[in-house]
């Protein structure tokens, strides 16, 4: 059963999650600034966006730009994957492809961990896209407890491109933030996603 088939109800049953959504997970984060190249490629896609309206023009006009100035961020010392197949648990429902994976590991040609952040692109629900990201986010978190690294969270993010959507799973307890961002807040969202690629995996 690929991710995409999880709703947000399912997800919370079949792997009996807590769902806390009253709290401000990242008031605290620093932007981070952008860079001149990404502040004009934005300029020029946001309208492209608006009118192909599909989840592959947000996923490659807009996410795809944002994860890259991420690795940019980082001097290229994490791996952002694309489209990959990420299958962990197929008795479990936990296979599929994902639209964005962001690891601590700089290698790009494999998969490897600590896989520390998801990424979903929705054409224009952010709603409908939480359990298809919560879904992925526990195959991370199996992912890396298989390779003995243990994270104390993992993070998530379901978007449109223009609005996003900050999780956070901690064991079985899944972290929705209370506030949405906007891609006018680029600066927000790449602290963000920098922040999640920051905290030190515990490795055993």
Not at 185 to 193: A, F, R, S
Request: proline share 3%.
């Amino acid at each position: 059963m690929p991710y995409s088939a999880f709703t947000f109800n399912k997800v919370k049953k079949d792997f009996n999650l807590t769902v806390i959504e009253n709290q401000d997970l990242f008031s605290d984060v620093q932007a981070v600034a952008s860079t001149e190249y990404l502040t004009m490629i934005l300029k020029e896609h946001l309208p492209l966006v608006t009118a192909i309206n599909t989840e592959k023009a947000r996923s490659e006009l807009i996410l795809m730009p944002v994860v890259i100035e991420v690795r940019r961020y980082f001097n290229y010392q994490i791996s952002v994957f694309s489209g990959s197949e990420f299958n962990v648990d197929a008795s479990k429902g936990l296979e599929g492809r994902c639209d964005f994976i962001l690891s601590r590991s700089p290698e790009q040609y494999d998969i490897t961990s600590p896989v520390m952040t998801i990424v979903e692109a929705k054409n224009e629900s952010i709603k409908s896209g939480l359990g298809q990201c919560i879904a992925t986010m526990i195959a991370a978190q199996l992912f890396n407890q298989r390779q003995e690294i243990f994270p104390e969270y993992i993070y998530g993010t379901v978007t449109t491109g223009t609005d996003w959507k900050f999780l956070k799973l901690c064991g079985r307890t899944i972290f929705i933030d209370k506030n949405d961002y906007f891609i006018k807040e680029v600066e927000k969202i790449l602290g963000i996603l920098a922040t999640t690629l920051t905290l030190t995996p515990e490795i055993l």
